[in-house]
């Protein structure tokens, strides 16, 4: 049996060379993009929608915190997160369309 190597049939030092071309890209999708246009003009209920009490701050300061940004796009927006210390935190800030609850199924 005769054992083919991609390098077979190249001479010289035994590289291989290739131009890859990439087409450029005008607009980029992230991931947070593709979320803010399905959210847009909907009511959406957004799950764990605090973050680490440490960055929050940095977070709003900056225009990226999540939460924010999704209330800003959707028609309504209500955030549900577990953890009390953020979002009563985050109620102090005076944002208010977040709730703490934990969910369980009920099977």
Same mark, same amino acid.
């Given at each position: 049996? #005769? @054992?083919?190597?991609?390098?077979?049939? #190249?001479? &010289?030092? &035994?590289?291989?060379?290739?131009?890859?071309?990439?087409?450029?890209?005008?607009? $980029?999708?992230?991931?947070?993009? /593709? %979320?803010? +246009?399905?959210?847009?003009? *909907? *009511? %959406? $209920?957004? $799950?764990?929608? =605090?973050?680490?009490? !440490?960055?929050?701050?940095?977070? %709003?300061?900056?225009? /990226?915190? #999540?939460?924010? @940004?999704? !209330?800003? /796009?959707? !028609?309504?927006?209500? &955030?549900?997160?577990? +953890?009390?210390?953020?979002?009563?935190?985050?109620? *102090?800030?005076? %944002?208010? +369309?977040? #709730? =703490?609850? =934990?969910?369980?199924?009920?099977?």
């Amino acid at each position: 049996m #005769i @054992q083919k190597t991609i390098l077979d049939g #190249i001479r &010289g030092n &035994g590289s291989l060379q290739a131009e890859i071309r990439i087409p450029p890209q005008y607009e $980029l999708k992230l991931r947070p993009n /593709v %979320i803010f +246009n399905i959210a847009y003009n *909907k *009511k %959406i $209920l957004h $799950l764990g929608c =605090t973050d680490h009490l !440490s960055l929050i701050d940095n977070k %709003i300061q900056n225009g /990226v915190f #999540i939460h924010q @940004q999704l !209330s800003r /796009v959707a !028609s309504t927006c209500l &955030g549900i997160d577990i +953890n009390t210390e953020t979002t009563e935190y985050l109620r *102090k800030l005076n %944002i208010e +369309n977040i #709730i =703490t609850a =934990t969910l369980r199924n009920r099977a």
